[in-house]
């Protein structure tokens, strides 16, 4: 899995990231001139408040690549974000076959590693025979797995972030999602130090 930074929004007028989102609270208050005095206190406070809606304002987009077609199922159940995938629909399959996603249990398990590399190599060699006798792409991406490797870019805003982040790093999440959101969070938390 690689997890990259591609866009985080970019205040206009001077401000840093943590003043736009002091920005948005103060004018719920008609406080606006007293951005900058104590930014961190003050967006430490909205927190405890809940008054999460000033943290819509930040945008962060990420560029997910080596992750398999079931991370991506799990990941686009968060609807308030704005996603770009790899489509298996234009984009031919061969040759992506010796990337595909391993679940880590499957190591513990020389058996059953076989077994799944097996499987795997029977998926992909039957995509490349029904290309090869002239099945578009769209149809005969039908018999790859979940494992197939892609890559998505998504952009939500910070306070959705934070909601995917708390839902996806839980000890019952799958472990493919759960180290997105440790990745995504470790980033988040470098640019804005808070909570």
Known sequence: MKVELLAVTKPENGLSLKELIEFAGRVCTNTK???GENTDNFLNNRIAQGHLSIFEHINFTFLVSNVSRSFSHQLVRHRIASYSQQS?????????????ITPPALFNNEEALQVYDRFMNIAWETYDDLISRGIKKEDARFVLPIASPTEIMITMNLRQWWHTIKMREAKDAQWEIREFARE???II????NLR
């Open 189 to 192: 938390d470098r640019l804005l």
């Open 33 to 35: 001139e007293r951005v």
């Open 88 to 100: 298996m629909r234009y984009v031919n399959q061969s040759g992506y076959w010796c990337d595909y």
């Open 184 to 186: 995504v969070k470790g």
